[in-house]
């Protein structure tokens, strides 16, 4: 679809934003009045519909997608999307540790101890460390718990933690992002320990960089849609 309006403005929706095209309002992909949280979201995701200039590419707009995501696809039954985020507590990136080299152990002990630390005291919980790939299991008050702190977030939180989670690999990351624990930076960069590492020790990959920028821009996405709704 090409452009065809001329003006985006935010209009009040109730407690809500809104988004309009020459006073239209703009609808999800369900045909829902596309309706945000804050000011803050609803005055990025105007930007990309300004930003654009003749056809609309969704890959250029990933902030109206993950609205679109929170309306359409979480809201009507947020449990159920929430459980399914929860299940990386299962795996977590963070709990699983390299046996080897040295330098190696190290990083992902500095990058991931502090992370580690902050989530046995935040949700009083006990989490099991493993050195090596083979599956541990965690108690289950402990995915209960972290269970439930996903639970108690809104769709449009929901929306934006999934690209956090399912990009880094670690709900431990993402809870500590949302919750402030952490900046976006230290999340991505605790994150890609090991895939530095790989590259540190056997050089650039373009597609493996090719990947590792389109992760990137999913994980910022996620993270700056989160911060706008602070």
Known sequence: MKRF????????????????????PVRTPGRTPLVVPTAALAA????????????????????????????????????AFATG?????????????????????ARQAAAWDPVI??????????LEVASGVMHVAQPPATLARLADAVAARNAFELAGLSPVVTVTGSLLLALALIEGAADADTIW?????????????????????????????????????????A
Not at 191 to 207: N, Y
């Open 44 to 79: 990025a995701i105007t930007g990309e519909w300004r930003a654009v200039t003749d056809d609309i590419d969704p890959r250029a707009m990933p902030l109206t997608g993950l609205a679109n995501a929170a309306i359409d696809r979480i809201g009507p039954d947020p449990q």
């Open 5 to 24: 309006w001329t003006a985006v403005t935010v209009t009040q929706e109730g407690a809500g934003h809104g988004i309009a095209l020459d006073g239209r």
């Open 85 to 105: 985020l929860a299940r990386y507590g299962e795996s977590d990136l963070l709990c699983y540790r390299t046996v080897e080299p040295a330098p190696l152990v």
């Open 189 to 229: 960069a605790a994150a890609r320990i090991d895939d530095d590492w790989q590259e540190e020790m056997w050089g650039r990959d373009d597609l493996a960089a090719q990947a590792t920028a389109a992760h990137r821009a999913d994980f910022d996405a996620g993270a700056r849609f989160l911060s706008l709704l």
């Open 117 to 126: 630390g902050w989530a046995r005291g935040r949700f009083d919980i006990h």
